[in-house]
């Protein structure tokens, strides 16, 4: 079952009344291309668009359908979308298995209805392409057109949603909420997107492990592919558990069982949105670390004690080399000593090449990460501008040896996401 064209769609279907044409009007925004055609019993036009009154009146068989009807209405519109082979469906409606007995035997009518047609939920909001603008998206989003970048799949369309409004410089190439999963499982989203070229990493917000052979098989693939994954399972904690049980008609699962499965397969798991999106952001411009060697460099030993503090286990700040730290020597200041963690302090700040000079050299130790802390002030009151030298001077030297480089701020407020787009465009 290949869900390309439902990914990719050179033509819509909307159905349905205020979800269906959010998803035309963010589609308009964000400058899809494609022909979008809206279904809807009584209306004439939508958006300036002529309205088809049934799937059987559109001019065409759609590459991407989005149902935003009731549950009964839905499993209809599917049944004549699946014989009139349609590339793929989105149902938004919710009232299926996540109720009870009735809604689990709705749920076996719409499998049977969409017969051998891809479909994504039902119960949920659905897909976000910022790669060609299709948001088959019933609602407000925040994000951007980008050329490449990760994809994001949760089991939470309001987490997808709050994702979407991240302000840290994140290019999202595609963003899925799985809902029910009745075709369409965590598994097969992997595959799918791994194998998807303009896609650099994925991020996952998972409430339950639905087949962990089928998760690790996927996994596989992606990391052969060189698409690194970093999740989010919840579920920890006793209320967290029924949370789920709540919200997903379906267990968390074991927390170390899933501990253990993320380890051995190199899942990097992490605990919040916003280390979820920051991680994604270094995979997307660095892609996977050949091992935890880290070289620090800031103009504060404060932020350097910081850093050292927040490292984990697996990650060291090994001492410079002899030769390498009489390099150093001879670029930076009587009174800045050369080591790692490098504190080089406010010597030649608004100097691009001084500063690229003592970074290059620093550099050639050959750390699988070099991380340079840069705090910005903000933008509405202060002035950047003397900034410029250290931030051009590091990009040049990263470029200048081939090492892989990140610029890291000590906490969110000092990083602005037009200077965190200038960095992941630069590398």
């Known amino acids: 079952m290949s869900i390309e064209r439902l990914l990719k769609p050179r033509t819509i279907a909307v159905f349905g009344g205020t979800q269906a044409q959010e998803v035309i009007s963010q589609s308009d925004r964000m400058g899809y291309k494609g022909q979008i055609w809206p279904v809807h019993p009584k209306k004439t036009e939508i958006l300036g668009r002529k309205v088809y009154r049934s799937v059987g009146d559109l001019p065409g068989s759609p590459d991407a359908a989005y149902v935003g009807v009731n549950r009964h209405i839905t499993i209809d519109i599917v049944r004549d979308l699946a014989a009139d082979g349609a590339g793929g469906a989105i149902c938004y409606a919710t009232g299926f298995t996540e109720v009870g007995a009735e809604g689990s035997e709705l749920e076996k009518q719409l499998l049977e209805a969409s017969g051998d047609m891809p479909l994504i939920g039902p119960n949920c909001y659905g897909l976000l392409n910022y790669i060609d603008g299709a948001m088959l998206w019933p609602d407000q989003q925040g994000g951007r057109r980008a050329d490449e970048g990760v994809v994001i799949i949760t089991m939470s369309s309001n987490v997808g949603f709050s994702l979407t409004m991240q302000r840290r410089g994140l290019p999202i190439a595609y963003l899925l909420s799985l809902g029910n999963k009745l075709k369409f499982d965590l598994h097969d989203a992997i595959l799918a997107f791994a194998r998807q070229d303009r896609v650099t990493a994925l991020g996952l917000y998972m409430e339950t492990m639905p087949d962990p052979q089928a998760f690790q098989e996927a ?180 470029r200048q040896t081939g090492t892989k480089g990140a610029v890291m701020a000590t906490f969110t407020d000092t990083m602005t996401e037009s200077v965190a787009v200038v960095f992941w465009s630069s590398f």
């Not at 798991?269 to 660095?286: M, P, T, Y």
């Not at 004690?305 to 002899?322: F, I, R, Y």
């Not at 100097?351 to 970074?359: N, S, W």
């Not at 990460?369 to 931030?391: F, I, K, M, N, T």
């Open 219 to 398: 996994v596989n693939v992606a990391r052969e592919l060189g698409k690194p994954i970093v999740a989010i399972k919840t579920g920890r904690s006793e209320v967290g558990q029924k949370m789920v049980v709540s919200h997903t008609a379906s267990l968390a699962g074991s927390d170390a069982l899933v501990n253990a499965l993320f380890e051995r397969l190199g899942v990097a798991r992490v605990d919040s949105l916003e280390a979820l999106v920051e991680a994604l952001k270094v995979l997307h411009v660095l892609g996977p670390l050949n091992g935890g060697r880290i070289g620090g460099m800031s103009t504060s030993g404060g932020d350097l004690t910081l850093l050292a503090d927040a490292m984990g286990p697996e990650l060291t700040m090994p001492p410079l080399s002899e030769a390498v730290a009489q390099r150093l020597r001879a670029t930076v200041h009587e009174r800045v000593v050369p080591a790692n963690p490098f504190d080089y302090q406010m010597f030649g700040w608004d100097d691009e090449d001084h500063m690229a000079e003592k970074f290059s050299a620093f550099l050639s130790e050959n750390f699988d990460v070099s991380l340079c802390l840069l705090d910005y002030p903000r933008e509405d009151c202060c002035d950047q501008s003397s900034w410029g030298g250290a931030e051009r001077g590091f990009v040049r030297a990263v």
